[in-house]
């Protein structure tokens, strides 16, 4: 739950069939989320004008306030629809970007917008700047995930039918699952969009720099700089190392070594101080960090340039 940052709520489960041109004359708007899976048959979509055909297995799901109908062009079709939203708030305002939230006092972990319509926002381009913005109505699901996301449903659907004791907790916990799924589902669409598009990639390489060079004061990890950009920690290494020749770890230590350096040209300054200043949990990780990129140890490199300084007194 702290992970997810709300807890997602089912307000109804239903199932339709669609016969043959049937279209909804007047659209459908609403203030949550709908996620849609087809069971058999083909549905066209319009959502804000954006036209789109869904067949067996396919899921899609429409964002909130988004205008949308359904229409069956041949046969008939059978559907599921799920609506939900979230019951309580996020860490964060929604929309807020995440960059804008660093340096605002707040832990690593509640930096990385990790909740589900964060996400939306930043991979549908609402973080992005305004010449990459897309601002996508919707998000289909095409990988291995429609299958769990299509039995979760099912499930949530037969249980919301039930009378059975606890119907309203289980119904619940389901939700939680399928947030799960589909962020799963989701960020694997997003890597796989990521390794046809360079150029994105490289754009989330910069900001998780920015990251990680804002935030190497703090007790931050390289699987809080890949959430940040909501990558996996696998992917964002690789992509990290692409871009850059070094593993974000590597990147991460140099940061606090160069920030070191600085802080121990200032002799008021104890060694121990300066490992805390600069995001080290103890003055011997310093050590060994400093002496394995400089080939000395802090101590060693302060008395050196400290005389340096002194001879050119």
Same mark, same amino acid.
């Given at each position: 739950?702290? *992970?997810?940052? @709300?807890?997602?709520?089912?307000?109804?489960?239903?199932?339709?069939?669609?016969?043959?041109?049937?279209?909804? %004359? *007047?659209?459908?708007?609403?203030?949550?989320?709908?996620? %849609?899976?087809?069971? =058999?048959?083909?549905?066209?979509?319009?959502? #804000? !004008?954006?036209?789109? %055909?869904?067949?067996? !297995?396919?899921?899609?799901?429409?964002?909130? $306030?988004? =205008?949308?109908?359904?229409?069956?062009?041949?046969?008939?079709?059978?559907?599921?629809?799920?609506?939900?939203?979230?019951?309580?708030?996020?860490?964060?305002?929604?929309?807020?970007?995440?960059?804008?939230?660093?340096?605002?006092?707040?832990?690593?972990?509640?930096?990385?917008?990790?909740?589900?319509?964060?996400?939306?926002?930043?991979?549908?381009?609402?973080?992005? @700047?305004?010449? #990459? $913005?897309?601002?996508?109505?919707?998000?289909?699901?095409? !990988?291995?995930?429609?299958?769990?996301?299509?039995?979760?449903?099912?499930?949530?659907?037969?249980? =919301?039918?039930?009378?059975?004791?606890?119907?309203?907790?289980?119904?619940?916990?389901?939700?939680?699952?399928?947030?799960?799924?589909?962020?799963? !589902?989701?960020? #694997?669409?997003?890597?796989?969009?990521?390794?046809?598009?360079?150029?994105?990639?490289?754009?989330?390489?910069?900001?998780?720099?920015?990251?990680?060079? #804002?935030?190497?004061?703090? &007790?931050?990890?390289?699987? &809080?700089?890949?959430?940040?950009?909501?990558? @996996?920690?696998?992917?964002?290494?690789?992509?990290?190392?692409?871009?850059?020749?070094? @593993?974000?770890?590597?990147?991460?230590?140099?940061?606090?070594?160069?920030? *070191?350096?600085?802080?121990?040209?200032?002799?008021?300054?104890?060694?121990?101080?300066?490992?805390?200043?600069?995001?080290?949990?103890?003055?011997?990780?310093?050590?060994?960090?400093?002496?394995?990129?400089?080939?000395?140890?802090?101590?060693?490199?302060?008395?050196?340039?400290?005389?340096?300084?002194?001879?050119?007194?």
């Amino acid at each position: 739950m702290d *992970a997810a940052g @709300s807890i997602p709520v089912v307000f109804k489960g239903i199932e339709r069939n669609f016969e043959k041109s049937l279209t909804y %004359t *007047a659209p459908s708007r609403h203030d949550y989320h709908e996620l %849609t899976f087809v069971r =058999s048959g083909k549905v066209e979509f319009e959502v #804000e !004008g954006r036209h789109v %055909t869904l067949e067996k !297995g396919g899921t899609i799901v429409i964002r909130p $306030k988004m =205008s949308h109908t359904v229409r069956v062009n041949e046969g008939h079709a059978d559907v599921i629809g799920l609506y939900f939203g979230f019951s309580q708030q996020l860490t964060g305002p929604v929309g807020k970007s995440a960059v804008s939230l660093a340096g605002q006092g707040m832990r690593s972990t509640d930096i990385a917008p990790r909740t589900l319509e964060q996400f939306i926002n930043f991979a549908s381009g609402h973080d992005l @700047s305004d010449n #990459e $913005k897309t601002n996508d109505p919707f998000i289909l699901i095409r !990988g291995k995930s429609r299958q769990d996301i299509a039995a979760l449903v099912e499930r949530i659907l037969r249980e =919301s039918r039930l009378e059975a004791y606890g119907r309203e907790l289980m119904m619940q916990l389901m939700a939680m699952e399928l947030l799960v799924v589909l962020a799963r !589902g989701l960020r #694997e669409e997003w890597e796989e969009s990521l390794r046809v598009r360079s150029g994105k990639a490289r754009e989330l390489v910069r900001i998780a720099r920015d990251f990680i060079v #804002e935030n190497h004061d703090r &007790d931050i990890t390289v699987a &809080d700089a890949a959430g940040y950009v909501f990558l @996996s920690q696998g992917y964002f290494t690789r992509a990290f190392r692409d871009e850059t020749g070094m @593993s974000p770890m590597t990147f991460l230590m140099q940061v606090r070594v160069n920030r *070191a350096c600085k802080l121990l040209e200032q002799k008021d300054i104890k060694v121990s101080g300066v490992a805390a200043q600069v995001g080290f949990s103890s003055p011997q990780r310093f050590n060994a960090a400093f002496r394995k990129h400089l080939g000395k140890t802090p101590m060693e490199y302060r008395r050196q340039k400290l005389g340096n300084k002194k001879e050119k007194d």
